[in-house]
T-cell receptor, first 114, second 114 residues
Framework: QQQVKQSPQSLIVQKGGIPIINCAYE??????FPWYQQFPGKGPALLIA?????SEKKEGRFTISFNKSAKQFSLHIMDSQPGDSATYFC?????????????FGRGTQLTVWP | DGGITQSPKYLFRKEGQNVTLSCEQN?????MYWYRQDPGQGLRLIYY???????QKGDIAEGYSVSREKKESFPLTVTSAQKNPTAFYLC?????????????FGQGTRLTVV
């Protein structure tokens, strides 16, 4: 059972566009929601993360929106650039049976055309 | 430089052979993880360890084994029982497995069965 569901699987935007990637979860024990960015042949790296006590977090051109009641969170990339072309993974971690584990979505392959 | 080192970067295995993937970290992190990445499947957890001399199975542990004899090392053995071992393997670590913290990834090992 997929603990974190991510969509879309792939996304193509023009430079300057605002790609949005969505994730949903069911387990209310989750209390940490990071996004990772991965370039081909490399390991993922943390991009931005949020905890459920806030509804939005912004770091540079990257923003996480969090809806606790809907159990959904999303990544927005403002003024997207060709260098943002990568695979993005959302994830969730929390208490109880999920302690110590990160559950990942299946990833979104983003392509930004110049 | 602090970080996670995976070796080798590329590995070829004949059918029926066991192979061991190395993962070393000098971040003084307690928790270490092994993930398998296949196209369109995201990151699937194989094994994780929250403390030396202790580890837990993840979602796809069959055909794999691990050890955690030292804090900085978490080698993964892909046994001949793993029927489809060709994949990209990622090792990660985090400072505190009891709460949400950044996971740092290595650069991966690409295993191919020949």
């Amino acid at each position: 059972q997929q603990q974190v569901k991510q969509s879309p699987q792939s996304l193509i935007v023009q430079k300057g566009g605002i790609p949005i990637i969505n994730c949903a979860y069911e387990n209310t024990a989750f209390d940490y929601f990071p996004w990772y960015q991965q370039f081909p042949g490399k390991g993922p790296a943390l991009l931005i993360a949020i905890r459920p006590d806030v509804s939005e977090k912004k770091e540079g051109r990257f923003t996480i929106s969090f809806n606790k009641s809907a159990k959904q969170f999303s990544l927005h990339i403002m003024d997207s650039q060709p260098g943002d072309s990568a695979t993005y993974f959302c994830a969730a971690q929390g208490r109880g049976s999920t302690l110590g584990r990160l559950y990942f979505g299946r990833g979104t392959q983003l392509t930004v055309w110049p | 430089d602090g970080g996670i080192t995976q070796s080798p970067k590329y590995l070829f295995r004949k059918e029926g052979q066991n192979v061991t993937l190395s993962c070393e970290q000098n971040l003084n992190h307690d928790a270490m993880y092994w993930y398998r990445q296949d196209p369109g499947q995201g990151l699937r957890l194989i094994y994780y360890s929250q403390i030396v001399n202790d580890f837990q199975k993840g979602d796809i542990a069959e055909g794999y084994s691990v050890s955690r004899e030292k804090k900085e090392s978490f080698p993964l053995t892909v046994t001949s029982a793993q029927k489809n071992p060709t994949a990209f393997y990622l090792c990660a670590s985090s400072i505190d497995p009891r709460r949400g913290t950044e996971a740092f990834f290595g650069q991966g090992t690409r295993l191919t069965v020949v």
